[in-house]
C-alpha cells in the first residue's frame, strides 16, 4: 500500500522561508514522479513543482518559480518543497503526490496547512 505523509507547514511571515517533506511507503517510489499541489481556501488545487524519477528534471507553476526548488531522495524515499520568498498568496495546503504530473496523480498525501502572514 502506498502512502505519502508530508511535514513541514506553519505560520511564517511574508518573506520567510518554509521546507516541506513527504515520506513516500513503497518502493515503487524511485520510479514514479513526485510532485507537490495546493489548494488555497476556496479554491481548487493547483499545481505547483513536480520532480522526474531521477530528480534531474523539474517543473514549476510560474507563480512560485525562482521562489520555490522541489528535490527528492530516492534513498530515503522523501521528496521536498523548499519555499522561499513567502507572499501571503501561498497560503493553502499542500498536498505531497506520486506518480503524474501537472493537475493529474494517483497518489496522494493528506496535505500540511502553510499560512503566510502578511
Known amino acids: 500500500q502506498v502512502q505519502l505523509v508530508e511535514s513541514g507547514g506553519g505560520l511564517v511571515q511574508a518573506g520567510g522561508s518554509l521546507s516541506l517533506s513527504c515520506v513516500f511507503s513503497?518502493?515503487?517510489?524511485?520510479?514514479?514522479?513526485v510532485g507537490w499541489v495546493r489548494q488555497a481556501p476556496g479554491k481548487e488545487r493547483v499545481f505547483v513543482a513536480a520532480i522526474n524519477k531521477i530528480g534531474d528534471s523539474t517543473t514549476y507553476a510560474d507563480s512560485v518559480k525562482g521562489r520555490f526548488t522541489i528535490s527528492r531522495d530516492n534513498a530515503k524515499r522523501m521528496v521536498y518543497l523548499l519555499m522561499n520568498s513567502l507572499k501571503p498568496e501561498d497560503t493553502a495546503v499542500y498536498y505531497c503526490?506520486?506518480?503524474?504530473?501537472?493537475?493529474?496523480?494517483?497518489?496522494w498525501g493528506r496535505g500540511t496547512q502553510v499560512i503566510v502572514s502578511s
Open positions: 513503497g518502493r515503487i517510489f524511485s520510479t514514479k514522479t
Open positions: 503526490a506520486g506518480d503524474g504530473w501537472g493537475d493529474t496523480w494517483t497518489y
